[in-house]
T-cell receptor, first 114, second 112 residues
Framework: DTGVSQDPRHKITKRGQNVTFRCDPI?????LYWYRQTLGQGPEFLTY????????KSRLLSDRFSAERPKGSFSTLEIQRTEQGDSAMYLC????????????FGPGTRLTVL | SQELEQSPQSLIVQEGKNLTINCTSS?????LYWYKQKYGEGLIFLMM?????EEKSHEKITAKLDEKKQQSSLHITASQPSHAGIYLC????????????FGQGTELSVKP
């Protein structure tokens, strides 16, 4: 257990529906990262927060994606009008004590869009 | 942009055998991170390497970063079924944000 939790662990939805995922990071760290991982590939960076501020967004994050981190604690990632290409594992990460790059990952949310 | 290439993409070894996984970067590495992932689960941090020539070990796993800081290897001695999984190398994305760039992963199977 890395101390990072994600909910739900699995989500199956129909194309066109909206979905929202939640990440609860290691509480004492001000940074939080979201990644997406498709089958057979390594994780790809989506976005990150420092406290409640979203400081960087990848080009992968289309207009249908939005992420928030109210109060600098938990974070949510919402996908609107889901497409089959959105099917992936969505991972949240929180830094460890050694620095920002020693990131500890949550178990992920696996999204399947039918 | 920086890219990481891992080899091999998959590996099947007999229990007890040694193995090596390689990670090559298109640019100088300022930090190289090894993770392990069980299928369908999150990533487990293994080791971080930052200095050229650095070598770290944890249990039967040893990771090295070459002097030029463009290649890293992960070596497992006397493999066990518990070593099975996907091994991923990650690198500092190069800006101050701390994002990681990952290789595509190496899937390891260990036959008992």
């Amino acid at each position: 257990d890395t101390g990072v939790s994600q909910d739900p662990r699995h989500k199956i939805t129909k194309r066109g529906q909206n979905v929202t995922f939640r990440c609860d990071p290691i509480s004492e760290h001000n940074r939080l990262y979201w990644y997406r991982q498709t089958l057979g590939q390594g994780p790809e960076f989506l976005t990150y927060f420092q406290n409640e501020a979203q400081l960087e967004k990848s080009r992968l994050l289309s207009d249908r994606f939005s992420a928030e981190r109210p109060k600098g604690s938990f974070s949510t990632l919402e996908i609107q009008r889901t497409e089959q290409g959105d099917s992936a594992m969505y991972l949240c990460a929180s830094p460890g004590l050694a620095g920002y790059n020693e990131q500890f990952f949550g178990p992920g949310t696996r999204l399947t869009v039918l | 942009s920086q890219e990481l290439e891992q080899s091999p993409q998959s590996l099947i070894v007999q229990e007890g055998k040694n193995l090596t996984i390689n990670c090559t970067s298109s640019k100088t590495l300022y930090g190289l991170y090894w993770y392990k992932q069980k299928y369908g689960e999150g990533l487990i941090f293994l080791m971080m390497l930052q200095k050229g020539g650095e070598e770290k070990s944890h249990e039967k796993i040893t990771a090295k970063l070459d002097e030029k800081k463009q290649q890293s290897s992960l070596h497992i001695t006397a493999s066990q079924p518990s070593h099975a999984g996907i091994y991923l190398c990650g690198a500092d994305g190069g800006n101050q944000g701390g994002k990681l760039i990952f290789g595509q992963g190496t899937e390891l199977s260990v036959k008992p």
